[in-house]
């Protein structure tokens, strides 16, 4: 879904005669920095599950990871549904 998304954010950055798209530019960089904040919570919350630190520790890394979580869900709402009025508009169905 959002392999074409990526492909074209890479050819507009490479290409300064493409049209921007700004808005979904900024998702995508959300998109990436949710993914990583989430992968780094839940290498947290292993780390402190196996080294049973303090609880009040796994409780702050559970509400971030809850938070970054929510963040992605966002982002990838956000893009498909830019990514469908896009292939709407190709298609003229708007």
Known sequence: ???????????RRQNPHLPRDPITDRWLKRLGW???AVL???????VNAQSRGPRWLATILFVC???ALAG?????IVLGWRNGMRI???????
Do not use: H, T
């Open 1 to 11: 879904m959002f392999a074409g998304e990526i492909v074209r954010y890479r050819r």
């Open 40 to 46: 780094g919570l839940c290498a947290g919350v292993l």
């Open 88 to 94: 709407a508009r190709l298609r003229n169905w708007v």
């Open 72 to 76: 992605l869900g966002v982002s990838v």
């Open 65 to 67: 990871l809850a938070v």
């Open 34 to 36: 949710y993914a990583v």
